[in-house]
């Protein structure tokens, strides 16, 4: 792959994006603003730095990390994508649903490829659930739930919602493969007047397929569990432990209109292990002159409205 890309934003994220695109061999070029970081960063990662984006467009580049602030994402997308440039954006998108549709509508027209930086999407480990959801083995999906866990980090700029649940809400949509048609959810605010420390949303999806998904981060230890229940078997998967997908062979029958536990041992589903950064950026390199179909700029939106559903929902229940 010989793509030449460029970071904007020398942060705590985009030095991990400039770091893995740097061992692939493809970073080309560092947009920062500030010049002692620029001049630090070039000096480990020996690329075309620049501290104005229009530096950078007017070189060229074959792709776009888009790694600032997230109240950034919107001018500096639109300015990308107006002028058909491809972009891969970090989550969340925008901060609107409007400011997001209107990206996708730019990278229509300008015929750009958008991504959007929902990581998890190509964890080897949620890819195997996926696979092992769509083969049947676990029947009709009933439930999913996840649940996102930690002490700290607080924002004061943002509710945990907003900062723990776009991966949450990213991988429900990719495993029932639509997103949800009702939504209801409740916040409580403890360290803040006007941030919420702990949400609940409880989601509906067709076919009768519900989810719900649990974030805080104020809680006594580190949890990032998902667990997927289907009328055949189950899964779990635990992100901050021990990395195992396990499945469990349980279900309920039911015999003479009685329901009955039916109990077999369970199992470890195997799957390779790979630097989910990695996979995501590779993706976003190989599908430059490509439809791009996982994390999309629409699967982008479809998130940043449920953000906006559930901060309505919990706002309105104050």
Known sequence: MDKKICVI???????????????????????????????????????HGFTELDAAIEHGFDGYILATPAETHYPVGKKLLAQGLNVLIEKPMTLSSEHSKELVDIAEQTKARLMVGHLLLFHPAIIKIKEVIDSGKIGQLYYVYSTRLNLGTVRTEENVFWSFAPHDISILDYFIGSSAIKIEAKGSKFLQNSVYDVTMAQLAYPGNVHAHIFVSWLHPFKEQRLVVVGSQGMISFDDSSEKNILYYNKRIDWVDGKPIKVEQPDEIISYEKSMPLAEELKYFIKHLDKTIEIANGKSGYEVVKVLETVQALISKGE
Not at 24 to 36: D, F, K, S, T
């Open 9 to 47: 934003g020398g942060g705590r994220w985009g030095q991990n994006h400039i770091k893995t695109l740097f061992q692939m061999g493809n970073l080309a070029g560092i947009v920062e603003a500030n010049q002692q970081r620029l001049e630090e960063l070039l000096a480990q990662y020996p690329v």
